[in-house]
């Protein structure tokens, strides 16, 4: 099979609308009518008529109707000229409008976010942000600023949103995306819980097995989990957010590549599920001067390893001793190793039983 690559062809958009009164006056001339004598047969002054000539005046249905009697041209061929009519206008109306907020594409990661499949590439930079507007699900540029711009906004805590709006809320928009394609059953607290036993059974297996099995037990809680691929300037880890009063969201990165970080964070967002407010987007970026931040820490760290624990975790001395005491716990030996790691500050120590995680793209 040849190797040569086929170009991107690209729909052909006019910039000029023709009114469908140039239409209907070659087929007046067609006739052998005069401006006069089509009015009088459909009943309308010539005043009216030579506004729908100019494209000034829509042809109505009722316009469409006698028309199809006069001219013996059907009525939906007129009323299908009039409508691509008024939606090309409006098209060349919105280019127009689009031309003025090119300068905000810039903020917005457009070729990352082509290169990850989420935008189709455009031939210029007004279709192109119609495309971008199209994956925020907005309007508008100032639609998108009354969205993302908001102050009041709980991830607003976290500076990477005043540094880099546009590339923080293409993660998040990411993930809101996959979110929605989960048909999450409603939100039961108490199967959460006990999916989040049964999740944290599965540390000690591979990502193949664990990555489809979490998202089922936590879809049928009525969470959806998102795996959003890293973005340069976005140090986050994870983030929540309540789609609707009985769906929840959890963003995952693979920040760190290490299993021990990847549970941690998992555990951590479900903290914020289980115990804060549904109103607020909740960033995991690091900071701990927020407290829903530390609770949901500590949540993370107790489901995982009790920390009645952590008296003898320091006192490993072997691989063996790690493999044992996780295998004791039901955890994975590398989510061991995170906490003996932080309990110590030695952090080479036993590294190599933390498995490291990476995309299926770059295996």
């Given amino acids: 099979m040849s190797k040569m690559k086929a170009k991107k062809k690209y729909a052909f958009e006019p910039d000029y609308a023709v009114a469908p009164g140039e239409t209907l006056s070659e087929v007046m001339h067609s ?53 691509e009519y008024r939606e090309q206008l409006a098209k060349i109306e919105e280019r127009e409008r689009l031309a003025n907020s090119i300068e905000w594409l810039k903020t917005i990661p457009v070729k990352e976010l082509v290169d990850r499949g989420c935008l189709d590439a455009q031939p210029d930079k007004v279709s192109q942000l119609r495309e971008v507007l199209k994956f925020y699900g907005v309007g508008s540029v100032s639609a998108w600023d009354g969205i993302w711009d908001v102050p009041a906004i709980a991830a607003r805590r976290s500076p990477c949103f005043e540094t880099h709006p546009g590339i923080a809320s293409a993660w998040i928009r990411q993930g809101e995306l996959q979110a929605h394609e989960d048909e999450c059953q409603p939100y039961n607290k108490a199967r959460f819980k006990e999916a989040l036993k049964q999740i944290r059974g599965l540390t000690s297996e591979t990502a193949e097995v664990f990555e489809p099995e979490m998202k ?111 295998n004791d716990l039901g955890i994975a030996p590398g989510i061991l190793v995170g906490r003996y790691q932080f ?21």
Avoid at 48 to 62: A, M, V
Avoid at 63 to 76: I, K
Avoid at 263 to 271: L, P
Avoid at 347 to 360: G, S
Wanted: glycine share 4%.
């Fill in 343 to 363: 309990l110590t500050k030695k952090w080479h120590f036993f590294k190599d039983l933390i498995r490291p995680l990476q995309w299926a793209e770059d295996e």
């Fill in 216 to 326: 089922r037990l936590c879809s049928e809680a009525g969470v959806a989990v998102a795996f959003v691929r890293e973005m340069k300037k976005v140090p986050w880890s994870g983030a929540t957010k309540w789609l609707t009063p009985n769906k929840a969201m959890i963003w995952l990165c693979l920040r760190g590549k290490g299993e021990d970080k990847f549970w941690v964070s998992f555990f951590h967002e479900a903290g914020h599920v289980l115990h804060d407010s549904k109103k607020d987007l909740l960033i995991n970026d690091g900071r701990h001067d927020d407290p829903r931040e530390v609770r949901a820490d500590d949540f993370a760290s107790e489901i995982l390893i009790p920390a009645k624990h952590n008296a003898i975790i320091p006192k490993l001395r072997s691989r063996a001793e790690v493999i044992q005491l996780a």
């Fill in 31 to 83: 006739l052998d009518m005069n401006q006069k004598d089509l009015a009088k047969r459909l009943e309308m002054t010539e005043q009216s008529l030579i506004r729908i000539f100019k494209g000034d005046q829509p042809i109505s249905y009722t316009t469409a109707n006698r028309l199809e009697l006069v001219t013996r041209v059907p009525a939906r061929f007129w009323n299908n000229l009039e409508a």
